[in-house]
């Protein structure tokens, strides 16, 4: 039996700095727009100068898998221009992961884009799923001899929201229907890279990260449960059911009728789940503006939820769909240290529980390593295991966290022989 997979989750973009992408473009333009936050990106975490100490950390939190990305637009900067320093300095990363006996797991897309994508061919035309795809084969090329999970996407719809349902993301538009060409495309390209990989190699195991969101009726009234049904419907279950009927579907009363035949074909793994918080929905009679949606406490810093219970339910419904299932993301933003030991406890509770139950949660990544770049909320929102001083070269502490988070792992480990609970000793 394969060990669970604990680990940390990344993303290229949010930690390493000296990136020139999309988002970078964005914050040039001024185009961001976050009342609350000051989200300059100013170098990231600069992980890209300190990824080898960064690297120290996680055997420091006795874990054997991490989580990451690659950045497209560092690999090619230039339509068709791959830079060969970015593919090295990758392959040492992986290198040195392997080295330290810890399970690489890649994520392709997470949220970000080299400068010409947009201009030259946006996710809402096929033609897109070509260019990602092309991108896709040279990186199989170079680390699929190397790296055995993939990650074909980081949240496609909520991806596809920001940057065409809500225009917080670039390219800023405002248009449902172009979400879900948008998400159509990405999950086509999906397809094709997932088939790439397996005539690579069938035993490498591919997957996406989606996001689930608990969805609660504010009042127990029949509007707001559809209300909160729909929902749940399209944010958590339609991608999911479309890898079985081939049909990306939706009917959101009043703002969305689509159907679109995807011959998903069930190519799909293991289901990444990322999970944060639940989201309560009132219905309101106001055609503009059809729902209310809020937040109970307690709340983290990002105003979410905590609500470990969701998570239960969410491995539930995963379970459903018969493939493997990693929590590829859960963490808190907080300054509030006790806060996030309790979230950390508590969820890990859910997890000991869950691996008890089935064979098919094989894997639990806490987002994140390291403080990093919130998108809209810049660096003022810290969801990281390890403290960094943005004002002082970028310096890292561990938080208290950091040491009960790898505590808990260990006891883990040698009680359980990687299966079975949490002992309560433990926590
Ligand atoms: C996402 C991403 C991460 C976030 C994390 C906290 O879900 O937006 O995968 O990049 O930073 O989820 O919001």
Request: aromatic content about 16%; overall charge positive; glycine content about 4%.
């Amino acid at each position: 039996m394969r060990n669970f997979l604990w680990g940390v989750a990344t993303s290229a973009f949010q930690i390493e700095g000296n990136i020139e992408n999309d988002f970078t473009d964005w914050e040039n333009l001024g185009k961001f727009k976050n009342d609350n936050a000051d989200p300059r990106y100013e170098n990231g975490s600069n992980h890209w100068d300190l990824w080898e100490t960064d690297f120290e950390y996680l055997k420091e939190l006795n874990l054997n898998a991490y989580r990451f990305s690659i950045e497209w637009a560092r690999i090619e900067p230039t339509r068709n221009e791959y830079s060969q320093p970015a593919i090295d300095r990758y392959h040492q990363m992986i290198d040195k992961l392997i080295e330290m006996n810890i399970e690489p797991i890649i994520t392709l897309h997470h949220f970000t884009h080299p400068s010409w994508f947009h201009s030259l061919s946006p996710w809402t035309d096929a033609s897109s799923i070509e260019i990602f795809t092309k991108f896709a084969k040279k990186m199989i090329k170079e680390f699929a001899p190397k790296i055995k999970f993939w990650i074909t996407f980081n949240e496609p719809l909520v991806w596809a929201l920001a940057a065409y349902g809500d225009a917080k993301f670039p390219p800023g538009q405002k248009d449902l229907y172009k979400v879900m060409d948008v998400t159509y495309n990405i999950l086509y390209a999906h397809i094709r890279i997932y088939d790439m990989l397996k005539n690579f190699d069938e035993d490498i195991k591919v997957g996406i990260a989606k996001h689930f969101v608990i969805f609660k009726e504010a009042r127990s009234w029949f509007l707001d449960k559809s209300l909160a049904n729909r929902l749940h419907q399209f944010f958590n279950v339609m991608i999911l059911d479309a890898f079985r009927t081939n049909t990306l579907e939706i009917y959101f009363p009043f703002l969305l009728d689509y159907v679109s035949y995807l011959p998903l074909d069930n190519k799909i793994d293991f289901w990444g789940i990322n999970y944060y918080y639940r989201l309560h929905a009132k219905f309101k009679i106001n055609y503009k503006n059809p729902m209310e949606l809020f937040a109970k406490n307690p709340t983290t810093d990002m105003g979410w939820e905590i609500y470990p219970n969701g998570l239960k339910k969410i491995i539930k419904l995963v379970s459903k769909y018969d493939k493997e299932m990693i929590i590829t993301e859960n963490g808190i933003a907080t300054d509030d240290e006790k806060l996030r030991i309790k979230f950390i406890k508590k969820h890990l509770k859910v997890v000991s529980k869950q691996i008890k139950r089935g064979k098919l949660l094989i894997g639990f990544f806490y987002w994140s390593l390291l403080d990093n770049y919130e998108w809209l909320e810049g660096k003022s929102k810290r969801f990281g295991l390890i403290h960094v001083d943005y004002e002082n070269k970028f310096k890292r502490t561990f938080k208290p966290a950091a040491f009960i988070f790898a505590d808990l792992i260990k006891k883990f480990k040698t009680n359980n022989n990687s299966k079975g609970k949490i002992k309560s000793k433990a926590i």
